[in-house]
């Protein structure tokens, strides 16, 4: 096997803690000896060891390791946070070379784990399979060079374009399959918002009910406070009225600026690195007016139409992936750089 064979791994295993690792990256690592695996390790959930350490005390008899290679997605880190430093972990076991997917954009790191690593006489190899290094870890990537978190907007639409029928009211659009998708993607985000129409009319539970392990933290976007809100919410509320929280139902106030470079100072001072938007048409719309849109999912019906409603979103980005569903064609957009 070469080293791309190896990260692709990584890659693999890195996916087992999505969902989990949040704010925190994918990565997955393997340490080979003699051209074979002998372990694995992977980041399993925020606070726990990284997949380096976890790889290197996954094994029994460590006085091999200065004749191994240990391959990672990511650039080991160098500085201390609610672990150790895993660049330090590898040079005291004195791993012979060091191979790594892609650098890491955090600041506290950025270059400096490669740099301890070969100052101490790790060789290192960097910069493989880079592109799929990067999409595991575009919400890490996103948050750490944008400032901001990386944003993905959904919704169904009628085969004829709309959203929903007018006058607005609740109305289901999406057939069988799309639930096992949007239930995957609120596990992987940090947060998911709508606006206050989608909030009233449908009442949305905004979670995660499909599969195990995380539901995103939920935000309703309300500028002037028009949102239905009960003990049993718990929700967050964007609104230019007051601050404060009220039993589940926390209000979080804004200035009289544009709103969104707000919520994304929010979002980002809170460590949220990746956020779901999942309507209106106004506020889908808006992200996508403000440049400040990613990655687009929608599910297009091939039977249902509106005839008279409101509008899907316009948008210019590229279809980079399309599944065909059995009421529905699932169809993926990333923003063209």
Request: proline fraction near 5%.
């Amino acid at each position: 096997m070469n080293a791309e064979n190896y990260i692709s791994r990584c890659l693999e295993l890195a996916k087992r803690g999505i969902g989990y690792t949040n704010p925190n990256p994918l990565v997955g690592c393997v340490i080979v000896h003699n051209n074979e695996i002998i372990s694995e390790g992977w980041h399993v959930a925020i606070g726990q060891a990284h997949a380096e350490r976890m790889a290197i005390l996954a094994l029994k008899d460590r006085s091999i390791l200065s004749e191994c290679d240990l391959y990672v997605n990511l650039e080991p880190c160098s500085h201390f946070g609610k672990t150790p430093p895993c660049a330090d972990l590898i040079i005291e076991n004195k791993f012979r070379k060091v191979f790594v997917g892609l650098g890491d954009p955090n600041p506290l790191v950025a270059g400096s784990g490669i740099k301890r690593l070969q100052n101490h006489g790790i060789e290192v190899e960097s910069n493989i399979l880079t592109e799929a290094c990067k999409e595991l870890n575009r919400f890490f990537y996103a948050f750490h060079t944008l400032k901001r978190p990386f944003v993905t907007l959904k919704w169904a639409e009628s085969k004829d374009g709309f959203l929903a029928p007018l006058p607005l009211q609740k109305y289901q659009i999406s057939g069988m399959g799309t639930n096992e998708i949007t239930h995957d993607l609120r596990k992987q985000h940090s947060a998911i918002l709508v606006g206050v129409e989608t909030w009233n009319i449908d009442q949305p539970l905004l979670n995660n009910r499909l599969y195990e392990g995380h539901s995103p933290k939920r935000f309703v976007l309300d500028p002037h406070l028009r949102g239905q809100y009960t003990a049993t919410s718990e929700v967050c509320v964007f609104n230019k009225v007051k601050a404060g929280g009220v039993e589940n139902v926390q209000y979080i106030q804004l200035d009289e600026t544009p709103i969104l470079p707000q919520l994304m100072q929010y979002f980002y001072e809170n460590q949220l690195n990746s956020l779901m938007v999942e309507g209106g048409s106004k506020t889908l719309q808006s992200f996508i007016d403000a440049n400040l849109a990613d990655e687009i999912h929608t599910y297009k019906s091939k039977n249902v139409t509106i005839d008279r409603g409101i509008d899907a979103p316009n948008h210019q980005f590229g279809k980079t992936n399309e599944v065909d569903l059995p009421n529905d064609i699932h169809m993926k957009f990333n923003r063209i750089s």
